[in-house]
T-cell receptor, first 113, second 116 residues
Framework: AQSVTQLGSHVSVSEGALVLLRCNYS??????LFWYVQYPNQGLQLLLK??????LVKGINGFEAEFKKSETSFHLTKPSAHMSDAAEYFC???????????FGKGTLLTVNP | GAGVSQSPSNKVTEKGKDVELRCDPI?????LYWYRQSLGQGLEFLIY????????KSGLPSDRFSAERTGGSVSTLTIQRTQQEDSAVYLC??????????????FGEGSRLTVL
């Protein structure tokens, strides 16, 4: 079984500041890990994914995430926040032959001018 | 179409009525998923289709919920005798295959269901 915990249901940053969204996972098999973003009134869009290649994964819009097995973490970062980054972000896990993505509860990112 | 299409985008119904939600996946995508998004609860897996068959229905919350897929394409999620706790956004996603590690899920914009 897999599960995901996203620490902080709401994160607020100033424009230009570092964005850090936290995700911890639990998996009985080597995990595949994903970050999705949901803009208001839109469907989810894949930001980036980890599938056992490089542990530092770069995604769209300047986001990146690092897989740390020892910490069972997959935190999402961006060096400098833009107003357009305001959205809800979801971390998800799957593993082995498990086709299902198990999602966290999401983190709403607010960017202040 | 270019993306996953869901209809209706909004549905308001009275408690006890039946509703049907439709998903038209990206052409050629063999895998189709239904998720439910409730406020503060994240995304809850409901059902997975590979072609027309549903190898995993374990997420359907009760026997009031059912889904089918025809022609390896369009899927319909049916909720019978709706209850207020069914109010949520129902999201459909499709992918080329059934292994999320090999490709991404493409989501529709969802059907927002409100049960009065």
């Amino acid at each position: 079984a897999q599960s995901v915990t996203q620490l902080g249901s709401h994160v607020s940053v100033s424009e230009g500041a570092l964005v850090l969204l936290r995700c911890n996972y639990s998996s009985s098999v080597p995990p595949y890990l994903f970050w999705y973003v949901q803009y208001p009134n839109q469907g989810l869009q894949l930001l980036l994914k980890y599938t056992s290649a490089a542990t530092l994964v770069k995604g769209i819009n300047g986001f990146e995430a690092e897989f740390k097995k020892s910490e069972t973490s997959f935190h999402l970062t961006k060096p400098s926040a833009h107003m357009s980054d305001a959205a809800e972000y979801f971390c998800a896990v799957s593993g082995g032959s498990n086709y299902k993505l198990t999602f966290g509860k999401g983190t709403l990112l607010t960017v202040n001018p | 179409g270019a993306g996953v299409s869901q209809s209706p985008s909004n549905k308001v119904t009275e408690k006890g009525k039946d509703v049907e939600l439709r998903c038209d996946p990206i052409s050629g995508h063999t895998a189709l998923y239904w998720y439910r998004q409730s406020l503060g609860q994240g995304l809850e897996f409901l059902i997975y289709f590979q072609g027309n068959s549903a190898p995993d229905k374990s997420g359907l919350p009760s026997d009031r919920f059912s889904a089918e897929r025809t022609g390896g394409s369009v899927s319909t999620l049916t909720i019978q005798r709706t209850q207020q706790e069914d109010s949520a956004v129902y999201l459909c996603a499709s992918s080329l295959g059934g292994d999320p590690s090999s490709g991404e899920l493409f989501f529709g914009e969802g059907s927002r269901l409100t049960v009065l």
